[in-house]
């Protein structure tokens, strides 16, 4: 069973950094395999941040994050990172980390891609 366990969300003012991390247990990893943060604010639709093939590092990160959000992984704990720099207060949301497959990292911030769903860790940024 395949389990998806995030952590590092919390409260932080506006230009602080946090770390999210993001466990995937029970997941074996394909060739095309990925892992995604997803983040959705109140009244809003969830949107891709970014997201990395395990396998062989390609990553990809959304217009609103690039210079300042950086996603990494650690294959031999089956965990991936999600750094955030210069935060914002736009930045505020649920955050959730998910795990699919897909071939084409030109999908990779599409929610439909994604399988598995971890429970959220919330990060609020103040002004």
């Known amino acids: 069973q395949v389990q998806l366990v995030e952590s590092g969300g919390g409260s932080v003012q506006a230009g602080g950094s946090l770390r999210l991390s993001c466990a995937a247990n029970?997941?074996?990893?394909?060739?095309?395999?990925?892992v995604g943060w997803f983040r959705q604010a109140p009244g809003k639709e969830r949107e891709g941040v970014a997201a990395?093939?395990?396998?062989?590092?390609?990553?990809y990160r959304a217009d609103s994050v690039r210079g300042r959000f950086t996603i990494s992984r650690d294959n031999a704990k089956n965990t991936v990172y999600l750094q955030m720099n210069r935060l914002k207060p736009e930045d505020t949301a649920m955050y959730y980390c998910?795990?699919?497959?897909?071939?084409?990292?030109?999908?990779?911030?599409?929610?439909?891609?994604?399988?598995?769903w971890g429970q959220g860790t919330q990060v609020t940024v103040s002004s």
């Open positions: 029970g997941y074996s990893y394909s060739s095309h395999s990925i």
């Open positions: 998910a795990a699919g497959e897909t071939y084409y990292g030109s999908t990779s911030l599409r929610p439909d891609v994604y399988n598995y």
């Open positions: 990395i093939y395990p396998g062989d590092g390609r990553s």
